[in-house]
């Protein structure tokens, strides 16, 4: 069984033997959000802003004893839009300010109680290669972090809870678990050629041992905003290239393709879409193959996403 299964029933053998649990050991596994706390400079609760009424925020955050990381989080209540994509500078400004995802890797100092986010890729090009710090608390099941005081004094603390396992984990799951990086995305007609391809964008693929599927992708060479606000063609630029979405997935094992069941997407899928993807492993690489579909011209087009494991 892949060593993202394994690593924390591995890491508490370690420990027996040398007393101590290895640090990214004990942040291995997946982790729900369930709680959010802003406290001001006199320990006041600081009143939500601009986000009030979307109801709170949900997602996970899941490290590998790799270290790997990555995070997606949402707002319940996200923007519907005609075509299922943003169109104008409003709507793709009201996606980025109801999702946040970024990946990467990450490094435990325990005599700081810090863990910093080593983030390869973001929603916000201005997150993308910084490094994150957070001061962390592992009691139980439940992780806290907590970034730096802002200017005004303010404190934020995210409270996160460890999600168990599925109890009757399957071949293929064992097969899917784990961090993968983005190869290639192609698609193809029936007789072979190719037409569309984006071989440069880069990102991770997550599979959990808790049935839960991660994915970030990103155009490469983004650029930063100019300005302290995004103009409106910085805020369709960033929109345009970059996708993720998170959920629950499920593994037809007799017919070897998955279905990954969304519970939110950057760009505003509805709720409970699902996206069956069919699986061929070949050593390290995994090629993700959509259902034939027409195209434009009405061609037969079947597209394919290569990833490679990270985390063995």
């Given at each position: ?33 369930v709680g959010e ?149 192609e698609g193809r ?124």
């Amino acid at each position: 069984m892949r060593a993202f299964v394994f690593a924390l029933s591995i890491g508490i053998s370690a420990v027996i033997a040398a007393g101590e649990i290895p640090a990214n050991n004990r942040f291995a596994g997946v982790w729900k959000l369930v709680g959010e706390e802003t406290l001001d400079a006199n320990g006041q609760s600081v009143p939500r802003g601009a986000d009030a009424g979307s109801g709170g925020r949900f997602g996970y955050i899941v490290y590998d004893p790799a270290g790997y990381m990555g995070v997606t989080l949402s707002w319940l209540k996200q923007p519907a839009f005609a075509g299922g994509k943003a169109t104008t500078p409003q709507e793709a400004l009201a996606a980025l300010r109801t999702y946040n995802s970024y990946w990467g890797s990450f490094a435990v100092n325990d005599a700081r109680s810090i863990v910093t986010h080593q983030t390869f890729g973001a929603v916000s090009p201005a997150f993308s290669g910084t490094n994150q710090e957070r001061k962390f608390t592992i009691a139980g099941n439940r992780l806290t972090l907590q970034p730096p005081t802002s200017a005004n004094g303010d404190q934020r603390t995210l409270t996160w809870e460890r999600v168990p396992d599925l109890p009757n984990l399957t071949p293929t799951h064992r097969k899917l678990i784990g961090f993968w990086k983005l190869i290639s995305f192609e698609g193809r007609e029936a007789n072979g050629e190719r037409v569309a391809s984006n071989p440069g964008m880069t990102g991770f693929l997550v599979y959990t041992a808790s049935g839960h599927v991660m994915v970030h992708m990103m155009q490469p060479y983004r650029r930063r905003n100019v300005g302290p606000s995004p103009t409106p063609e910085e805020t369709m630029a960033t929109y345009r290239s970059y996708t993720s979405y998170f959920g629950p997935y499920t593994v037809n094992e007799s017919e070897q393709f998955v279905v990954h069941h969304l519970a939110a997407e950057f760009n505003s899928a509805p709720v409970g879409t699902d996206y069956q993807r069919f699986l061929e492993f070949s050593g390290k690489r995994l090629h993700l193959k959509a259902p034939v579909r027409k195209d434009s011209s009405g061609k037969d087009v079947q597209m394919t996403i290569t990833w490679e494991r990270l985390s063995d």
